[in-house]
C-alpha cells in the first residue's frame, strides 16, 4: 500500500459521488494505514415548538431532575436531557427563543478541562461567543469548544463524560 498523494486524492474523488462516509485501508505488513472520513451534514434546524417548555421543577421534584411539559400530554420527569433553572429563577424557553450549541465532532464531551476542576458553565451562566464552554475528547486529543453566540445558557443536554455525536446539541442558550 503505497500510496502517492495524487492516488489519495483520485481516491477522495471518487467517494465524494458514493454514499461511503468512511474508508480504513491496513498494511499489516508495513505496518501503513490509511483512513478517510467524510465531513457529515449539518444537524437540521430546530423545529419550532408551539407552547413553551418550563424549565423549573417543583419543590416536589428531586434535584438533577426538571418538570418538563409538552403540549396534549401529561407531566413528566425528565433525566438528564434537561437541566433546572437556579433556583428563584423560572425561565420559559422555546426553540424560537434558542440557539443550540452542537457538537463540531464526534467524541467525548467533557463539563470541566479535568475531574477537580470547576465546569467551563453552569446553567443560568452568561456566555459570550467564543468563550470555551466544554472540552470534546477525540482520538486522545482534548478540544476545547466555544460557544457561537454570548446569551445565559438554559439547559445543559449533555452529561459529563458521555458519548456525543457530530451536530448533537450540548447546550441551549437563550441569546442576549
Do not use: W
Amino acid at each position: 500500500m503505497d500510496l502517492k498523494l495524487q492516488e489519495i486524492e483520485q481516491f477522495i474523488r471518487f467517494l465524494a459521488d458514493t454514499d461511503i462516509a468512511e474508508v480504513e485501508i491496513k498494511n499489516k505488513k508495513k505496518k501503513q494505514s490509511l483512513r478517510i472520513v467524510r465531513a457529515r451534514p449539518p444537524a437540521p434546524a430546530p423545529v419550532p415548538v408551539s407552547a413553551p417548555i418550563a424549565f423549573a421543577p417543583p419543590p416536589s421534584v428531586s434535584e438533577g431532575h426538571a418538570l418538563m411539559l409538552r403540549p396534549g400530554s401529561q407531566v413528566s420527569v425528565v433525566t438528564p436531557s434537561v437541566t433546572a433553572s437556579p433556583p428563584g429563577d423560572p425561565v420559559r424557553v422555546t426553540k424560537e427563543t434558542t440557539v443550540a450549541i452542537t457538537a463540531p465532532m464526534v467524541g467525548t464531551f467533557y463539563k470541566a478541562a479535568s475531574r477537580d476542576a470547576a465546569p467551563f458553565v453552569r446553567l443560568g451562566d452568561m456566555v459570550k461567543k467564543g468563550q470555551v464552554v466544554c472540552i470534546i475528547e477525540a482520538m486522545k486529543l482534548m478540544n476545547e469548544i466555544e460557544s457561537e453566540v454570548s446569551g445565559r445558557v438554559v439547559s445543559i443536554v449533555k452529561e459529563n463524560a458521555t458519548p456525543v455525536e457530530y451536530g448533537e446539541e450540548m447546550f441551549l442558550v437563550e441569546p442576549v
